[in-house]
Nanobody
Framework: QGQLVESGGGLVQAGDSLKVSCVMSGRTFGNYAMGWFRQAPGQEREFVAGISSSGSYTEYATSVKGRFTISRDNAKSTLYLQMDTLKPEDTAVYYC?????????????????WGQGTQVTVSS
């Protein structure tokens, strides 16, 4: 059936960097456009960043543009999110998600497979 497993979350201070990863198993990773989403306490889950299946194209939410970088290694079936200059408002559970196809889509309902999430906490 396939699954996604995130790792790399943790507790950091404002201004620090953190890199989270997501490994896909059971499916052909290179056939999937991937996205990172996050959900803060009491808020709805939101799009953070997306990458096309080839890795050629990326998109970012305005709130993270210039601070976060999404990337992928299709040979390792792994998706990454490098987060720099973290702020307390970046505190959330971060989820990776995949949808079969080339293009990036920000709509959550279009994603077919989701990870369990990894907690990122940024202290001030």
């Amino acid at each position: 059936q396939g699954q996604l497993v995130e790792s790399g979350g943790g507790l950091v201070q404002a201004g620090d960097s953190l890199k989270v990863s997501c490994v896909m198993s059971g499916r052909t990773f290179g056939n999937y456009a991937m996205g990172w989403f996050r959900q803060a306490p009491g808020q709805e889950r939101e799009f953070v960043a997306g990458i096309s299946s080839s890795g050629s194209y990326t998109e970012y939410a305005t709130s993270v543009k210039g601070r976060f970088t999404i990337s992928r290694d299709n040979a390792k079936s792994t998706l990454y999110l490098q987060m720099d200059t973290l702020k307390p408002e970046d505190t959330a559970v971060y989820y990776c998600a995949g949808r079969e196809g080339f293009y990036i889509i920000q709509t959550q309902s279009r994603y077919e497979i989701w990870g369990q999430g990894t907690q990122v906490t940024v202290s001030s």
